[in-house]
DNA sequence: TTTACAATCGCAACATTGTTGCATTAAATC
DNA sequence: GATTTAATGCAACAATGTTGCGATTGTAAA
């Protein structure tokens, strides 16, 4: 089994994630690190925290990958919730506490779901 | 104003994508073309159809951009209904007449959503 | 503290996806 | 058939993500 190492880049890239309240992307946590480490590595990094259940991937409107700190999965793991992603300023922000609801029709066996809705942000609005 | 013109590429496109009953990918639309026209004129093709209304772009759970005709979209224009993306043959389909409720807080404007579930779809279950 | 193992890193190289500029081709109208 | 300009092909580029491998380093045990 492995064991994974708390580096410094690592702990760097948790912080950044844990302090924003809008979901990063790859380049822009790239660009906060100021070539701490790699390219590489970021994106090595990113998967682990994915793996590790420390953060998860937030998917934009344009298909972007943005990365976030789900403050509500620290205690029930359960990434099913709205984001919001804000055709102006690009961000995506977690929408706690707001379950959407539906319903499927057949034999679809549902495991996740991602629930986006864009337009404009309070900021931009 | 511009005047769009009906090219063999064009139609064969817009086919494919009447024909399937799941959104198609650019490489996907490449492969079954094989080389009736260059990778790029694809890309021009499908954002003509998306731009005239023909089509509209679909994204899945891991980001990838398809392209799907949604028959209801030709009576009343809306896109805000839930598209099912298949962890395992990766397919994405269009649920239509399943609208999605919710509910969001605050000053957020919305003007679109986008609403994925994912798992398997009934051939994969 | 030192050692040892494996997790992590840096670098180079590659893959995929998407965009842009420009000269050429061809569809629609006359 | 001639004219107009939408559409195409090609080359070049950009952004994003992946893989292999030798070097480095965190950490648990000696």
Redesign the pocket.
Same mark, same amino acid.
């Given at each position: 089994m492995?064991?994974?190492?708390? %580096?410094?880049?690592?702990t760097e890239v948790m912080d950044l994630i844990n302090q924003s309240d809008v979901a990063l #992307?790859? #380049?822009e946590i790239q660009s906060s690190l100021d070539g701490l480490?790699?390219? !590489? %590595?970021i994106? &090595?990094?990113l998967? &682990?925290l994915v793996e590790e259940d420390f953060i998860h991937r937030v998917i934009d409107i344009d298909?972007? !990958?943005k990365y976030a700190s789900c403050h509500s999965c620290q205690t029930s793991h359960h990434h099913n919730h709205i984001h919001f992603s804000c055709k102006k300023c690009k961000s995506v922000t977690c929408i706690e506490d707001v379950q959407p609801s539906f319903k499927l029709p057949k034999q679809y066996k549902v495991s996740e779901v991602n629930f986006t809705v864009s337009g404009l942000c309070p900021q931009c609005a």
């Open positions: 492995k064991r994974p190492r708390n %580096t410094a880049a690592k #992307s790859h #380049s480490c790699d390219r !590489v %590595t994106y &090595r990094i998967d &682990r298909g972007g !990958v």
